[in-house]
């Protein structure tokens, strides 16, 4: 069979096609979870959208050298290192996709931005405010070069969450009155699931509510197209004490005595209240203790003229009451988010067909892809990423004075 020209500069895709499109090679530090999301969202986008840059998975990153490796072969990288800072360094790397825990988002993107590339960052952006405000201030210095940045909170990218935003924007709920959020996860209701980075302030930044809550903040502000001015906050931890990762062959109540326990140093669940600049009052629950509520981040927008509801365990979905409506037909109706010209769904099954989790991370790297071809800021950008990181600052200090309300700090 002949094979495929390669025209200039096109390169040939992991198994081998050239598709005559430039390509954008991509260095991944962290192979975990967010690491497997991101690899599927590279993949997958220049398969399924014609994009002006064709992703490559050039190289993954990360200090274990059999795991970094075996993580290349299970997802697809050409090449594994475990020094980020080689990493950065290499020629055959455009963007630094960062997918570590928050500690070392500032050090890794800021070394990036300085060394020419392009940086896509998982949420939230940095584990304190300080952290957040310098790369923000690097991304703007970065984007006069030309360099782009962004930051993943990748539920903005649910075909349904892009549906409502458009409907938010075309005033189909008039001047928004209530937003309420709940990000509810049940995973640490056992008080014998171990003392993972998660649960320790100096790797995480904060518990439920940097995890989470970051994410909710986030959605709300998008969604309304506003910030919040200020929260009253709660903040509890309700299982301090947890047992140390156990190590060696022997699990079980045997390794956990052997290793003992430690401190948790983070929150285990956040409440807080919110007032948006426009006067709209909001609501948001991030927990890790909701039991049987396994990703359930629901947000409901209620305004003049109708409501908006929707839960990521149905992401399909997305229910909508028309105020306008005449009483006798007034009510929610579902509308499922398969229809061709609802967002992102151009390049995917007929309707009806359904998407899921992994697609949020496939827009993602498309709407990067082509952010970056046309030189234009992503949203959304590491200075929006400082303002959830303020949001979060100001619950924190909120929960330290037994709630009182505190201004967000511009
Ligand atoms: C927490 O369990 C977590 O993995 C978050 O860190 C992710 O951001 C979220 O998308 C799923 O839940």
């Not at 398969?338 to 992102?344: A, Q, S, V, W």
């Not at 899921?356 to 827009?363: N, R, W």
């Amino acid at each position: 069979m002949a094979q495929p020209q390669q025209s200039e500069g096109a390169g040939a895709t992991p198994d081998g096609a050239a598709s005559g499109k430039p390509p954008l090679r991509v260095g991944m530090v962290g192979y975990s979870f967010m690491g497997a999301a991101h690899s599927q969202g590279w993949r997958t986008a220049g398969r399924v959208f014609d994009l002006p840059r064709r992703p490559v998975l050039s190289v993954i990153c990360g200090r274990d050298s059999t795991a970094v490796h075996a993580a290349a072969e299970r997802h697809g990288w050409a090449a594994a290192e475990t020094d980020w800072r080689a990493m950065i360094a290499r020629d055959d790397v455009d963007l630094v996709d960062i997918c570590t825990p928050g500690d070392s988002h500032a050090e890794i993107a800021l070394a990036a931005l300085t060394a020419g590339k392009h940086v896509l960052c998982e949420k939230p952006l940095a584990n304190t405010v300080e952290e957040a405000s310098t790369m923000a201030a690097a991304a703007e210095e970065a984007y006069s070069r030309g360099q782009l940045a962004m930051v993943g909170f990748n539920y903005r990218r649910v075909p349904a969450t892009a549906l409502a935003r458009r409907m938010v924007t075309e005033g189909r709920l008039g001047r928004l009155r209530h937003i309420r959020v709940t990000y509810l996860q049940d995973w640490l209701v056992d008080p014998e699931f171990p003392l993972t980075w998660r649960l320790r302030k100096e790797q995480a930044g904060s518990g439920s509510l940097g995890d989470l809550g970051a994410h909710i903040v986030d959605l709300a502000q998008y969604l309304a197209g506003e910030r919040l001015a200020g929260v009253s906050a709660l903040i509890e931890t309700f299982v301090r004490q947890r047992p140390l990762p156990g190590g060696g062959p022997t699990s079980g109540l045997s390794a956990v005595k052997a290793a003992g326990t430690g401190q948790v140093t983070v929150d285990d669940a956040a409440l807080f209240t919110g007032r948006f600049t426009s006067g709209a009052l909001a609501s948001f629950e991030a927990t890790r203790y909701a039991t049987g509520r396994k990703n359930a981040l629901r947000i409901e927008l209620n305004g003049e003229r109708g409501s908006l509801a929707f839960d990521l365990e149905r992401l399909n979905e997305l229910a909508y009451h028309d105020g306008t409506e005449p009483g006798a037909h007034a009510g929610f109706r579902r509308i499922l988010v398969t229809e061709p010209d609802h967002p992102y769904l151009e390049a995917w099954w007929p309707p009806g067909h359904g998407l899921g989790y992994e697609h949020t991370f496939v827009h993602q790297a498309r709407d990067l892809v082509h952010a970056i071809a046309e030189g234009r800021q992503p949203e959304p950008s590491f200075a929006d990423g400082l303002q959830v990181q303020r949001v979060l600052a100001a619950v924190e200090e909120s929960a330290e004075k037994n709630s009182v309300y505190t201004p967000i700090a511009v």
